[in-house]
């Protein structure tokens, strides 16, 4: 199993920054990638940023230019950098640990970081 615990969140105005830290615990070496997935009130959950085991990172198109998400292997931390923020990225920020298998993925979640961005 995995373990995750974010931290970071909290209340910022309009083109402010955060940045969220996701510290990973216990079976380590079964994650391939780590993300964060945001959720708004009444819409689905997305997925926001995610990073390999080797760095490569992907972002979804509305925060790309503005987020940086990045790892540092020696403490198994993750972190995302939200840079210029928008009312609208206002949502419940989840930490994911993903194992990749051909029986399918397995997901770990963290419990939540609520970002809140006022206009």
């Known amino acids: 199993q995995v373990q995750l615990v974010e931290s970071g969140g909290g209340l910022v105005q309009a083109g402010g920054s955060l940045r969220l830290s996701c510290a990973a615990s216990g079976s380590i070496f079964m994650i391939d990638a780590m993300g964060w997935y945001r959720q708004a009130p009444g819409k689905q959950r997305e997925l926001v940023a995610l990073i390999t085991t080797i760095g490569t990172a992907h972002y979804t198109d509305s925060v790309k230019g503005r987020f940086t998400i990045s790892r540092d292997n020696a403490v198994n931390t993750v972190y995302l950098q939200m840079n210029s923020l928008k009312p609208e990225d206002t949502a419940i920020y989840y930490c994911?640990?993903?194992?990749?298998?051909?029986?399918?993925?397995?997901?770990?979640w963290g419990q939540g970081t609520q970002v809140t961005v006022s206009s």
């Open positions: 994911n640990a993903v194992r990749m298998s051909l029986a399918g993925n397995v997901h770990f």
